[in-house]
Each structure stands twice: as structure tokens, then as C-alpha cells.
Nanobody, 126 residues
Framework: VQLQASGGGLVQAGGSLRLSCVAS????????MAWFRQAPEKEREFVGS?????????NYADAVKGRFTISRDNAKNTVYLQMNSLKPEDTATYYC???????????????????WGQGTLVTVSS
């Protein structure tokens, strides 16, 4: 599975961005999809995940809960991360990830995802 993330950019605090992650090489409807982010000199951290198929269940890090929303369009093989009320501390490179075998207890664990996109930079100015 190849993942291509896009949609990053520069936005003022309080603004919104929508990131996209397009998968190719395989249909990802049966994959758990997730977003992680990594700020300079910090470790990669979990942002959110969405379950297989319908995507009816999603999980979020406390830092983004209520502001970010993950959705998926299986017909387009694409996952989205809608980011609202952005804060300067959201500045990071955002990565999408995928796994067909991950279990619920591992959703927030980056090493559990074998497939990764290249990252897209989000910069939030104050």
C-alpha cells in the first residue's frame, strides 16, 4: 500500500485545514487508518484513527478531541483529517498510516502501522 498525504500549509490560529491521504496499490477499506504528527525535536505522536470499512468509530488524542475529525471515503480510497480551531501547538508534519492487522489496543502505537505516507507540513501562526 502506498499512501500520499497532502493538504498541509500555513494557516493562522483559529483557522482550518483539511488533510487528505490517498491510498494506492490496494483497497484500504479493510485497513485501520490513522494520523500521526511530529513537531521539530519531538517524538511522533498519535492524532487519531478510524476503524475499518464504515469508519463508524474513531479515536482521538486528547489534544485534538473536539477540534479534529477523521473520515474516510472508501470509494476514493482516501482518508481525511479535518482540522478546525487550529493552534500554534498543532504545528507539525502530519503523517497518515495504515494497517490491516492492527488490534484496538495498538491503535495509538506508531510502530504497529506498517504503511506510512510521506508527511505534509502544517504550520499554524499565532
Amino acid at each position: 500500500v502506498q499512501l500520499q498525504a497532502s493538504g498541509g500549509g500555513l494557516v493562522q490560529a483559529g483557522g482550518s485545514l483539511r488533510l487528505s491521504c490517498v491510498a494506492s496499490g490496494r483497497t484500504v477499506s479493510n485497513y485501520v487508518m490513522a494520523w500521526f504528527r511530529q513537531a521539530p525535536e519531538k517524538e511522533r505522536e498519535f492524532v487519531g484513527s478510524i476503524n475499518r470499512r464504515s469508519g463508524s468509530t474513531s479515536n482521538y488524542a486528547d489534544a485534538v478531541k473536539g477540534r479534529f475529525t477523521i473520515s474516510r471515503d472508501n470509494a476514493k480510497n482516501t482518508v481525511y483529517l479535518q482540522m478546525n480551531s487550529l493552534k500554534p501547538e498543532d504545528t507539525a508534519t502530519y503523517y497518515c498510516a495504515a494497517s490491516s492487522t492492527i488490534i484496538l489496543s495498538e491503535y495509538r502505537n506508531a510502530p504497529s502501522y506498517p504503511y506510512w505516507g510521506q508527511g505534509t507540513l502544517v504550520t499554524v501562526s499565532s
